[in-house]
């Protein structure tokens, strides 16, 4: 896999959700995202077809981190 490929495993399944969904939005740069190859994928799918894909990708094991903030500097 080439290495310049966002890794999405271990996304959080609700921000998966919101970016597919925005890949579907057409003329509205407010609330969509515009990539050819992301709009046409996306668009295949229904909204609930997306939710159980963003729930699948957030299952997976990946190396997202959370870092917790210091409350006090």
Excluded: C, W
Excluded at 30 to 39: F, I, L, P, Q, Y
Aim: overall charge positive; hydrophobic content about 40%; charged content about 25%.
């Amino acid at each position: 896999i080439d290495p310049t490929y966002p890794k999405i495993a271990g996304q959080h399944a609700d921000y998966m959700f919101v970016a597919l969904k925005a890949y579907k939005v057409e003329n509205n740069q407010a609330v969509g995202r515009s990539n050819g190859v992301m709009g046409a994928i996306a668009k295949q799918y229904s909204n609930a077809e997306l939710k159980a894909l963003s729930g699948y990708i957030g299952s997976l094991e990946g190396e997202l981190k959370i870092v917790p903030e210091r409350k006090f500097r």
